[in-house]
């Protein structure tokens, strides 16, 4: 379990545990993850390695771009601070190049996890071959033509959204369908961001559904659709939220359209996936993996 809470300032003069440990029922730990980057490969790597943890209350940080001596005195101070408050070694998630300024942050009060250090060392070990001492070479293979890559296929998901426009499908590489709040729309982004994937989605509105068959503007792009489906539960908690006490949100309503979009999809031989337990990451990677869809980027 992630919680929040900023960290009060003190001085980082650090005593013995005993002494420090506060009132802290819940027994929060900070974790933080610290990169000389973007910090974004510590912290999903982190966060799910913390995921399995989940009796535990975890105060996450995440400090960038920690590419000098003084900044890493400047984590190392907050380091510090979370433990003076928690009385619990805070744990460091790091991916530090430098070995000074890893040195650094391993000066701090805290349960180092460098998350780099021991792949990299038993790499360099079975190849011969020392390692650049260079920050950032985990993106540097992020050229112009993968950005203009994903920012195309950005711009295509959005320009291709809720089955607003219909004539680009030919370009597309998928075509998400479903009801009404059934996730095709951040799944879009998702994969135009994570991987390129030039997706479009038409949502299958109750005219559609009571004639049991596809529109018109989807019909020869049959071989490009994959259906989302979402517990009926799920979906009424969902519309709720957007418009409470109306027929769209009802539990009638809402199993009725996925009664009828199951059949079309069983009808017309269209593949799909449950949703309903499912982060967008995982519905991606399922619909990439069912259809053989191939990742333009990473």
């Not at 730990?29 to 610290?34: D, G, K, L, S, V």
């Not at 992020?142 to 089955?163: C, Q």
């Amino acid at each position: 379990m992630f919680v929040n809470h900023s960290i009060e300032p003190a001085k980082p003069t650090i005593q013995n545990k005993q002494a420090l440990q506060v009132d802290n029922d819940q027994n929060i730990r900070t974790a933080f993850f610290i990169s000389d980057g973007t910090a974004i490969t510590a912290e999903t790597l982190g966060r799910a390695i913390l995921s399995q943890f989940s009796s535990v209350p975890f105060e996450t940080r995440v400090l960038p771009y920690v590419d000098s001596l003084e900044r890493a005195e400047d984590a190392v101070e907050q380091i510090n601070m979370a433990y003076q408050r928690d009385g619990l070694l805070p744990l460091v998630f790091d991916t530090i190049v430098s070995p000074d300024i890893r040195e650094k942050i391993n000066s701090a009060h805290s349960c180092n996890l460098d998350m780099y250090e021991g792949l990299i060392g038993r790499i360099a070990e079975e190849t011969g071959v020392e390692p650049d001492a260079h920050a950032g070479h985990a993106h540097d293979n992020v050229d112009s033509e993968t950005y203009k890559e994903r920012i195309d296929a950005v711009h295509f998901a959005l320009d291709n959204d809720d089955g607003a426009r219909t004539r680009h499908y030919h370009a597309a590489d998928i075509i998400l369908i479903g009801v009404s709040r059934s996730g095709k729309t951040p799944t879009s982004l998702y994969l135009a961001l994570q991987f390129g994937i030039r997706a479009a989605n038409y949502p299958l509105t109750e005219e559609d559904l009571n004639d049991n068959q596809l529109p018109k503007a989807l019909r020869e792009h049959k071989d490009k659709l994959f259906g989302l489906l979402i517990d009926t539960d799920r979906l009424v908690k969902i519309r709720q939220e957007r418009r409470a006490g109306s027929r769209y949100s009802s539990y009638q309503q809402c199993q009725q359209e996925q009664r009828a979009i199951q059949g079309i999809y069983i009808s017309q031989g269209i593949p799909s996936l449950d949703v309903s337990e499912m982060s967008v990451e995982e519905i991606a990677t399922r619909i990439l993996q069912m259809t053989g869809l191939k990742r333009r980027i990473g």
